[in-house]
């Protein structure tokens, strides 16, 4: 298939992104598009709004797992595409839209040259919430075809094109949502003394959660905890009854996290007997950090050099996938696919060079092929 029908298919998708679990013209799209495959050696399986999609092998000796996400973000498109967003208020702003493409592309190059290996195309919703990938891996078939190991790829905007990079270890953070509400007493401004102020008591969190990574974590280990939203209030002169701040925890290593929540939770009942509130915490979306298999990474990096595609070694990131509670139960890795793009990832402008869709799938039929 040329280069220009992919680009045609990234580009409908594009226009109808959907938040996760919802992806119903999504799924409906590609399986319209598998159903124009070679039907022999192909079996579909819908589960939730994703799809399980397996390749019988000439050999079958094991299965190969590649997982693509589907989902899009709740983000208001500003790119002036001509092919923007259909659904107001959401948006491909993550790279989804090529993820889907360029798994597509590596499925219709192994259904007309059938690797040796069985391989299972993991169509999966709900990356960005509320997390598709524990619930698609406990699932019925993924037991039933058991895949040996598991990969996927993450486009990354900061790299050129023709590249992939990846590493042995750590790639992604683990990371966590942190809502937190405080509950108190409003009244008018010129009575404070009457009221308990939950401006105050989420101001004064705010500035004693920057000791949780200064304090209360091991300083050989890496944390990030922060606040990116704080509401409260209605008018200049009365004191507010609650407030909310939301934000995100993201930690190398998992017992790490766990110290960060225990401190946070600390510092709330501080907070409480302080200013006389009660605050409730929700820690919303939790992802398990992406933990790459070494001897995988090395047998990507040999496929790789066999293609026109360039091998580089990425720097872990405090980025979060939940494509990391996959390689928690099942060995194998993630590797990012240069895409050029000047606006970044989960931003309304990003713009991916859609060269990168044939790199894409160069690099995962190769990986396949090289098993």
């Excluded at 220009?4 to 298919?9: A, D, G, L, P, V």
């Excluded at 709740?74 to 092919?83: A, L, N, R």
């Excluded at 360039?310 to 139960?329: C, I, Q, R, S, V």
Aim: charged share 20%; aromatic share 10%.
């Amino acid at each position: 298939m040329t280069d220009e029908k992919w680009i045609e298919i990234r580009r409908e998708l594009h226009q109808i992104p959907e938040l996760g679990f919802q992806e119903v013209k999504t799924q409906q799209y590609l399986r319209e598009y598998i159903e124009t495959l070679p039907q022999d050696f192909l079996t579909v399986t819908p589960w939730e709004t994703g799809l399980f999609v397996f390749v019988e092998g000439t050999v079958g000796s094991q299965t190969i797992a590649y997982r693509t996400d589907i989902d899009g973000l709740p983000i208001k498109e500003e790119t002036g595409f001509s092919f923007e967003s259909i659904h107001d208020g959401q948006m491909h702003a993550c790279g989804h839209d090529l993820h889907m493409t360029i798994a597509l592309g590596a499925l219709t190059e192994l259904v007309h040259h059938r690797p040796e290996a069985n391989v299972l195309f993991l169509f999966q919703p709900a990356e960005e919430g509320p997390g598709g990938a524990e619930p698609m891996l406990a699932s019925e078939p993924m037991k039933q075809y058991a895949p040996d190991f598991v990969f996927a790829l993450h486009v990354d905007p900061k790299r050129e094109v023709g590249y992939v990079a990846s590493k042995p270890g750590l790639l992604f953070a683990n990371t966590s949502e942190l809502f937190i509400d405080f509950h108190g007493k409003g009244g008018h401004a010129a009575y404070p003394h009457e009221t308990r102020d939950m401006m105050m008591a989420a101001s004064a969190f705010n500035v004693q959660l920057q000791q949780v990574v200064g304090r209360m974590v091991d300083p050989l280990k890496s944390a990030v905890v922060t606040l990116g939203k704080m509401e409260a209030g209605t008018v200049q002169n009365i004191i507010p009854e609650h407030a909310r701040v939301e934000g995100t925890i993201r930690t190398t290593d998992a017992e790490t996290m766990n110290v960060a929540k225990q401190s946070i939770e600390q510092m709330l009942k501080g907070i409480e007997t302080r200013y006389g509130c009660e605050t409730t915490v929700d820690y919303g979306a939790n992802y398990y950090m992406v933990n790459n298999n070494g001897d995988y990474v090395e047998r990507f990096k040999q496929a790789i050099e066999k293609t026109n595609v360039t091998y580089a070694e990425a720097n872990a990131a405090m980025t979060g996938e939940d494509f990391g509670y996959m390689l928690k139960e099942l060995p194998g890795f993630m590797f990012w696919l240069g895409i050029d793009s000047e606006s970044g990832l989960h931003t309304s402008r990003l713009n991916p060079n859609e060269d990168a869709i044939g790199i894409g799938i160069e690099a995962i039929v190769a990986m396949i092929r090289e098993g």
